[in-house]
């Protein structure tokens, strides 16, 4: 089994800047790929970034050249660095691995951009 806890999120401005963290407990963290998904009000959840396990990454359109997924396999934990905010942008962001034993997912941690 394996808890994933999101952190970092909150409200922003316009052009603000949040980094948002997973943190993961096991030790399997670093087999696996790892992604950020967002999902907003009545949307579908949507694949925003994914970082393998050796660390090439792909994102969605929407976000490339604003937002950067990393991880750090010591600490168990990927992050999601979002520069150049924007309102679209406002979401319930989670991370996501997907290992051999299945999906988990974390909590979730709110985004919300506005002035």
């Known amino acids: 089994q394996v808890h994933l806890v999101e952190s970092g999120g909150g409200l922003v401005q316009p052009r603000g800047s949040l980094r948002l963290s997973c943190a993961a407990s096991?030790?399997?963290?670093?087999?696996?790929?790892m992604d950020w998904y967002r999902q907003a009000p009545g949307k579908q959840r949507e694949l925003v970034a994914t970082?393998?396990?050796?660390?090439?990454?792909n994102y969605v359109d929407s976000v490339k050249g604003r937002f950067t997924i990393s991880r750090d396999n010591a600490k168990n934990t990927v992050y999601l660095q979002m520069n150049n905010l924007k309102p679209e942008d406002t979401a319930v962001y989670y991370c996501?691995?997907?290992?051999?034993?299945?999906?988990?997912w974390g909590q979730g941690t709110q985004v919300t951009v506005s002035s």
């Open positions: 096991g030790s399997i963290f670093s087999r696996y790929a």
């Open positions: 996501k691995m997907l290992s051999a034993s299945g999906d988990y």
């Open positions: 970082i393998g396990r050796y660390g090439s990454t």
